[in-house]
C-alpha cells in the first residue's frame, strides 16, 4: 500500500505546486496577499469555506463519534451546521457591510475601529490564538499519529508533523490566502470523493440502510437515541454546541474573512446555501463509518478502528485515497486557521502595509512552528478539543455581534464581560473552578451573563441615541 | 415593498427559532427513544434529517427576500 500511497501523494503535492504557482503573489499587499484580492466566487468561496470547516476532526472525529456515541452526534454536528448557514446568511450581508465601511484586514481590527478601543480588538485576537492554536496541533498530531500507525516503519510522528506544518508553511508564506482557497478546492472536492466511496462501502457491507440500523440496534439499542450509551448528548451538551457552532461565522477569524471577501452577496448567498447541502452531505457518510464500526469494532480504540474503515477494510487504491483525503482535510483546515491567525495580528498593526506583511509572514511561520510543538505534545481527544475551541471562541461572539450589529459606537462593557467569561471558561476546563454553576453547564451561564450584557449595551445604546436626538 | 419584506423576515426568524427550540426538546430528540423509525431511520436521525433540510430551506427563503435588499456590494 505505501507504493499506491506514495504515488498518490506525489500526484496530490504536483497539484499543490501547481496551484502555489498559478496563484503565487508577486507583489505582496494586505489586499492581495492576506485577503485573496477580495474577489472570490460563488464555487471556490463554497469549497474554501466547507474544507476550512471540515476538518481532520470531521473525518477521524465524527465517525469515531458516532460509532461510541450514537446518532445523536448528527444533532451536535449537522443540525448545528445547518443552523450555522441560516446565521451566516441573516447576519453575513450586515458583516460585509460593516466591513466595507471600516475597510476590513481581520476581524480584531474591525473590532478596535467598531468599539473604538484597543481592548476589544485584543480579546478578539487574544481569544483566537488561545484556542486555535491548540485545535490546529491536534488536527497534526492526529494524522501523523496516524499515519505513524499506517507506515509503522517509515518516519517517526514528529517526522510527519514536521512535513505537514512545512507543506502548509511553504504554501500559504508563497501564495496567500489565494493559494489556500485554490488548494482548499481541491481538497475539499478530495475529501468529498474520498469520504463518500468510504460510506458507501460501509453501507453496501450490510445491504442497505434499514439492515444497518437493524444490526445496530442487535448491538446496543442506546446507540439510535439520545444521550446516547455514556450519555453525552444531553440537551444542555447539544445547546452550548449549537451555540458555538452558530457563531462559527463571525467568531472564527478563518470563516469571516471568506464571509467579507466573496465577490458579491449574490455569491455569498449561493456560498451559504450550498454550505448547507454539502454540511448534509459530509456528515451523512461519516454516519454510515461510525454505524458500521459499532458493529464490527465496538471496542476497539479510535486510532484501530479509523485504521480498519478507511484502510484495512478498504481496497488499496481507496486506502491509499483515505489517506491523501485524510491529510488533505487536516491541511486545508489548519493552514486557514495558521494563516488567519496572521490576518487578525495584521489587522491590529498600525505600520505601513509593506512592513505590516513582514512582521505578518514572519508571525504566520511562527504559529506554524508553535502548532507543531503543541502537536508533538498534545494528546487530547479530536472532536472534543474542537467543540472546546468552538465554544471558547463563541464567548467571543456576543462582543463581535454588536460590534458589528450596532451602528453606534458601544461601550467597554461588552468587552470586559467577555475577557471575565473567557478567564473564567478556561479555568473551568482546568479544573480551577466548577464546570457546573447550580444546575447549569459553565458554558450556558456564561453564555446566559454575555446576553444579558447584550440586552444592557442594547439599552445603554438606546440611551444614547434617545440623548442625542433630543440634543 | 420594506415593510413586507421585514415582515416576511420576521416571519422566518421566528420559524427558525421555533425549529431551534423543537430540535432540542422531546419533539426532535426524546431520550431513550428510537422509535417510530423514519423511513427505515431511527427516530431521532430522521427528525434531526428533517430540521437539518428546513434550516437549508430557510435559509433559501432568507435569501431570496434579502435578494431585494441593497446590499453590500
Known amino acids: ?121 485584543y480579546v478578539a485576537f487574544g481569544g483566537a490564538v488561545i484556542f486555535l492554536i491548540p485545535y490546529i496541533a491536534v488536527q497534526i498530531s492526529g494524522i501523523s499519529i496516524f499515519l505513524n500507525a499506517a507506515f509503522p516503519n517509515a518516519i517517526p510522528v514528529w517526522a510527519w508533523s514536521l512535513i505537514i506544518v512545512g507543506i502548509m508553511i511553504l504554501y500559504s508564506e508563497t501564495g496567500g490566502l489565494r493559494a489556500i482557497m485554490y488548494n482548499d478546492t481541491l481538497q475539499g472536492i478530495l475529501l468529498f470523493i474520498t469520504i463518500w466511496i468510504i460510506g458507501w462501502n460501509c453501507v453496501s457491507h450490510f445491504g442497505n440502510m434499514t439492515s444497518m440500523f437493524d444490526k445496530v440496534e442487535s448491538i446496543s439499542n442506546e446507540l439510535l437515541s439520545v444521550p446516547g450509551p455514556k450519555g453525552l448528548f444531553t440537551t444542555q451538551f447539544l445547546i452550548i454546541s449549537a451555540i458555538a457552532i452558530i457563531s462559527l461565522p463571525f467568531t472564527q477569524p478563518q470563516i469571516s474573512t471568506r464571509v467579507v471577501i466573496m465577490k458579491s452577496s449574490s455569491a455569498l448567498r449561493k456560498m451559504a446555501i450550498g454550505l448547507g447541502i454539502v454540511a448534509i452531505l459530509i456528515i451523512l457518510p461519516t454516519l454510515f463509518m461510525g454505524m458500521y464500526g459499532a458493529v464490527l469494532y465496538p471496542e476497539a480504540s479510535t486510532q484501530e478502528f479509523i485504521g480498519h474503515v478507511l484502510l484495512y477494510d478498504q481496497a488499496e487504491g481507496i486506502a491509499a485515497l483515505g489517506l491523501i483525503g485524510l491529510i488533505a482535510a487536516a491541511i486545508s483546515t489548519s493552514d486557514s486557521q495558521i494563516f488567519a491567525l496572521g490576518s487578525e495580528l495584521r489587522s491590529l498593526l498600525t505600520l505601513g502595509d509593506k512592513k505590516a506583511i513582514l512582521i505578518t509572514r514572519v508571525f504566520i511561520f511562527f504559529f506554524g512552528i508553535l502548532a507543531l510543538i503543541f502537536s508533538i505534545l498534545s494528546t487530547e481527544h479530536l472532536v472534543l478539543l474542537a467543540r472546546t475551541s468552538f465554544t471558547g471562541t463563541a464567548m467571543m461572539g456576543p462582543m463581535i455581534l454588536v460590534g458589528i450589529l450596532s451602528s453606534r459606537k458601544p461601550s467597554l462593557l461588552m468587552p470586559i464581560v467577555t475577557v471575565m467569561a473567557l478567564i473564567t471558561f478556561i479555568l473551568a476546563k482546568i479544573g480551577i473552578i466548577p464546570s457546573k454553576i447550580g444546575v447549569l453547564e459553565v458554558e450556558l451561564f456564561l453564555f446566559s451573563i454575555l446576553a444579558i450584557a447584550c440586552v444592557l449595551e442594547g439599552f445603554l445604546l438606546g440611551k444614547a441615541k434617545g440623548t442625542t436626538s433630543k440634543n | ?29 426524546p431520550e431513550h427513544v428510537a422509535e417510530p423509525f423514519i423511513l427505515g431511520l431511527p427516530y431521532t436521525l430522521g427528525a434531526g434529517l428533517l430540521v437539518s433540510f428546513l434550516f437549508v430551506i430557510l435559509a433559501y427563503l432568507v435569501s431570496i427576500i434579502n435578494k431585494e435588499e441593497n446590499h453590500a456590494d
Open chain 1, 1 to 121: 500500500m505505501l507504493t499506491k500511497f506514495l504515488i498518490a501523494g506525489a500526484i496530490y503535492l504536483g497539484i499543490l505546486v501547481f496551484l502555489v504557482r498559478r496563484t503565487r503573489v508577486k507583489e505582496k499587499t494586505t489586499s492581495s496577499y492576506l485577503l485573496g484580492g477580495g474577489n472570490i466566487g460563488f464555487v471556490i468561496g463554497l469549497f474554501t469555506t466547507a474544507a476550512t470547516l471540515f476538518s481532520a476532526f470531521t473525518v477521524i472525529g465524527m465517525p469515531d463519534f458516532f460509532r461510541t456515541h450514537g446518532i445523536g452526534a448528527w444533532i451536535f454536528l449537522a443540525v448545528s451546521d445547518t443552523m450555522m448557514v441560516y446565521a451566516l446568511i441573516r447576519v453575513g450581508e450586515m458583516l460585509r457591510r460593516k466591513a466595507r465601511k471600516l475597510d476590513f484586514k481581520g476581524m480584531s481590527g474591525l473590532m478596535v475601529n467598531t468599539y473604538g478601543a484597543k481592548l476589544a480588538g
Open chain 2, 1 to 29: 415593498m420594506k415593510k413586507r419584506r421585514v415582515a416576511l423576515l420576521k416571519i422566518l426568524d421566528g420559524l427558525a427559532l421555533l425549529t431551534f427550540i423543537a430540535s432540542f426538546s422531546p419533539l426532535v430528540t
